[in-house]
């Protein structure tokens, strides 16, 4: 691991003596390359897009000025891309909103399972557009937590919709919830929530880093498929203000599974 020093001399006050002073800065040290490696990767992220629309404004303003086939074709071709734009500056405001907001305890009563309905219902046109069916398996009794529910309404929309997209057509989406009252991963009473896929899952080895912004397991497949690479990071923020855990598991050719638990909150209920 590498350590950076602030090296320094520095004279003693009393005797005028000279000290070379050193001081571990590794830690502002990697959070300054962390800031830089992010705006670099933003700044990538957005220019992609503008080079495209850029140069379509060029061609349509002139060598397709007069040819109605191509300006329709240029056109739907600019809405995609400027679409692509606004996805990732709205996952960029929700990513810097929920990183705000990670040390303020949620304390809203939040019932889970009423979160994983809307979270299919929104999400319900997208399956049937792609054919995959949401099978869910919720248990009967409500899953009592302390939360706020538009951030979990956005954790398991991320996951769902991944699952939706990266499962591909025809492959279910199983969404399975229930509650451990001592669970080991939080050593006491937790809702465990798994969305699993049937896809072409994940390499393992991507497994530690797929929750680090703009990290992509399949960059080509993500891009095609209109990820930002930022779901998992704000899942991520979210889930640790609720204190609250991902797992990952992934059987490369026969799907992927993320499971959340969180801490159930009985008096919540
Ligand atoms: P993206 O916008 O690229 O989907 P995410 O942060 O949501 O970004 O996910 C990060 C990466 O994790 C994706 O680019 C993809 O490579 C991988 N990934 C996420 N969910 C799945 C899944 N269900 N199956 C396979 N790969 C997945």
Do not use: C, W
Not at 72 to 95: C, K, P, Q, T, Y
Not at 218 to 226: E, F, K
Request: charged residues 25%; proline residues 7%; aromatic residues 4%.
């Amino acid at each position: 691991k590498k350590v950076t020093y602030d090296v320094s001399l520095r004279p003693v006050a009393a005797t005028g003596t000279l000290v070379l002073s050193f001081q571990d800065i590794t830690h502002e040290a990697e959070a300054g390359q962390m800031r830089r490696d992010f705006v670099a990767n933003v700044s990538h992220e957005l220019r992609t897009p503008l080079t495209a629309l850029m140069g379509f404004i060029e061609t349509l303003s002139g060598p397709a000025k007069d040819d109605p086939a191509a300006r329709e074709r240029f056109l739907g071709i600019m809405s995609g891309e400027a679409e692509r734009m606004n996805r990732l500056v709205g996952d960029l405001l929700s990513l810097s909103r929920v990183e705000a907001e990670e040390r303020v305890r949620p304390t809203a009563k939040v019932d889970l399972v009423e979160v994983l309905r809307s979270t299919m219902r929104n999400l319900n046109p997208l399956a049937v557009d792609n054919d995959v069916e949401l099978r869910p398996d919720l248990g009967p009794a409500p899953l009592p937590l302390l939360g706020d529910a538009d951030q979990l309404l956005q954790v398991f929309t991320n996951l769902v919709e991944n699952a939706i997209k990266y499962g591909g057509k025809g492959k279910p989406v199983e969404i399975k919830a229930g509650t451990n009252l001592r669970d080991p991963a939080l050593r006491g009473p937790a809702v465990r929530v798994t969305v699993a896929d049937h896809g072409p899952g994940i390499d393992p080895v991507h497994l530690p880093r797929l929750t680090e912004r703009f990290y992509r397991a399949d960059s080509h497949r993500s891009r095609a498929l209109g990820g930002t690479g930022l779901g998992l990071a704000i899942v991520k923020h979210i889930l640790n203000r609720h204190r609250g855990r991902l797992r990952i598991a992934s059987e490369p050719g026969q799907g992927a599974s993320f499971t959340v638990i969180l801490p159930l909150d009985l008096a919540a209920g």
